[in-house]
C-alpha cells in the first residue's frame, strides 16, 4: 500500500477527526452531537460538492422541493451521517457506551440459517451497518462481509476502536471475481455473507426502478445465491433515538435464474425487489440512506 | 486425466448452458474466463459450485480459483490434486 501524502486537507481532515475524539471523551456522545451542528452547517456553506452529490437522491426523493428546503435536507442529511460517525466513534472510545437494538424479523432470520444453505444477507448504506452487524452475532453461524477497500478500511477502523474483534470476516471485493469464490465456499459452509445491495462498483449489474427512474445497482449476490440454492433476506438498519436502532428484515426470497440469455431479466427481477424494500425504507427514512453518488446516471 | 477434462468440458458446456459451443471444440489449454470461452464472474460462481457437486472438490479463495480456474488443463489437475 502506497504511502499517504499528508496534503493540508488530509491534515485539516485528520485535526478535525481528533477534535471529534477530544469532545467525546470530554463531553460524550451529546458533546459530539452538539459540535457537528456548526461544523456541517459550516460545511455545507463552503462546500458546492456536497451539495451536488446528495442533490442526486434528495430531488428524487423531495420532487417538490425548492433550493432552499433542498439546503435544509441536504442538512439533515449529512448531519444524521455525522451523528452515525460519532455514534461509531463514540462506541468505540467509551467502552460502557451500548445503543439499544430492536431486530425485526430476527425469527424469520434464524429459520433461514437452520436450513444450512447459507444466508446472504442485504445491506445498504443505511442507518449504522457496523453495529446492525454487531446485533446479529446471535445467528451462531460465522458472518462474512464482502466489502470494497474504503468500507474494509472502515469497518477495521471501526472494530479496531471497539475491542479488536471483528463480529465478521472481511472478504474482499476487489480481488479475482470480486470475492466471489470466497463468497460462494462461505455459503457452501452454511454462513450468513453480508452484501451491500445499494452501490454500483463494477461486476455484474442490473437496472431497476427506483425513486422514479432508472438506476444501477449490483446483482452479484442473486447470481450467487440462485447458483448456491441460498436464501436472500433483505436487512435494514435505522437509528431511531440518540442511543437506539432498529434493524429490520424487509424481505427475503430465493433467487433463481433461468436460461443463460434470460440471465440479465432474471437477476434483474431480484434486484428490482431489493430496490423495492429501499424505497419503502427512504420512504420511512428519508435521512438516513447515505448515498452521495448519481445512481441514475451511471 | 483426458476422461476428466472431457467430463469438465461436457459439465460446463451442458450446465452453464453454453450455446453454440460443442465440449470437443474447447481446446484444453484455452482460457475459460474473457477472451477465451468467454465466461464471467457469475459463471465463476456457478462452477465452483458445479466442481463441488461433481467432483467433491471445495474451491476455498481467490488464490486457489485464479489458478484452477485459467484453463480446462489447470481445472482438471486442480481437481485430480485434491479429491
Not at chain 1, 452475532?137 to 479496531?160: Q, T
Not at chain 2, 457469475?42 to 489458478?67: C, N
Request: glycine share 10%.
Amino acid at each position: 500500500m502506497g504511502k499517504v501524502k499528508r496534503t493540508p486537507l488530509y491534515l485539516l481532515e485528520a485535526l478535525g477527526h481528533n477534535i471529534f475524539y477530544l469532545f467525546l471523551l470530554l463531553f460524550g456522545q451529546g458533546g459530539a452531537y452538539l459540535l457537528l451542528k456548526p461544523v456541517i452547517a459550516t460545511y455545507l456553506l463552503f462546500s458546492r460538492k456536497i451539495h451536488r452529490n446528495s442533490a442526486c437522491y434528495l430531488k428524487r426523493r423531495f420532487p417538490d422541493h425548492g433550493p432552499a428546503r433542498l439546503w435544509l435536507d441536504t442538512y439533515r442529511l449529512v448531519h444524521s451521517f455525522g451523528q452515525v460517525l460519532v455514534d461509531r466513534g463514540w462506541l468505540g472510545l467509551r467502552r460502557k457506551a451500548q445503543l439499544r437494538g430492536e431486530l425485526i424479523g430476527g425469527e424469520r432470520l434464524l429459520e433461514l440459517v437452520a436450513e444450512g444453505k447459507g444466508l446472504v444477507l442485504l445491506t445498504a448504506h443505511v442507518g449504522n451497518w457496523q453495529t446492525a452487524l454487531a446485533h446479529i452475532r446471535g445467528l451462531e453461524v460465522p458472518i462474512n462481509s464482502l466489502m470494497h477497500y474504503e468500507e474494509e478500511a472502515v469497518a477495521k477502523h471501526y472494530f479496531d476502536l471497539r475491542d479488536g474483534t471483528a463480529p465478521f470476516r472481511i472478504i474482499k471485493s476487489d480481488g479475482f471475481m470480486g470475492g466471489m469464490i470466497e463468497s460462494t465456499a462461505a455459503l457452501g459452509r452454511g454462513e450468513v455473507v453480508t452484501i451491500m445491495g445499494d452501490r454500483y462498483a463494477g461486476g455484474p449489474w442490473a437496472e431497476v426502478e427506483f425513486l422514479g427512474g432508472k438506476a444501477r445497482l449490483p446483482s452479484a449476490a442473486y447470481s450467487l445465491a440462485a447458483a448456491t440454492g441460498a436464501p436472500v433476506a433483505i436487512l435494514l438498519a435505522a437509528k431511531t433515538g440518540r442511543r437506539s436502532y432498529t434493524i429490520k428484515v424487509w424481505d427475503d426470497f430465493y433467487p433463481a435464474t433461468g436460461a443463460r440469455h434470460d440471465r440479465q431479466r432474471d437477476l434483474g427481477r431480484w434486484a428490482d425487489r431489493f430496490a423495492k424494500s429501499l424505497e419503502g425504507y427512504v420512504r420511512q427514512n428519508p435521512y438516513q440512506w447515505y448515498n452521495f453518488f448519481d445512481l441514475w446516471s451511471q | 486425466m483426458q476422461k476428466l477434462k472431457d467430463q469438465l468440458k461436457e459439465i460446463i458446456v451442458r450446465d452453464l448452458k453454453l450455446q453454440g459451443i460443442e465440449p470437443a471444440g474447447i481446446e484444453d489449454d484455452a482460457p475459460l474466463f474473457e477472451e477465451g470461452l468467454g465466461l464471467d464472474s457469475l459463471d465463476a460462481v456457478e462452477l465452483v459450485v458445479l466442481v463441488q457437486k461433481h467432483f467433491g472438490v471445495q474451491i476455498e479463495d481467490m488464490d486457489e480459483g485464479q489458478a484452477a480456474f485459467k484453463s480446462i488443463n489447470t481445472l482438471a489437475e486442480f481437481i485430480d490434486a485434491r479429491r
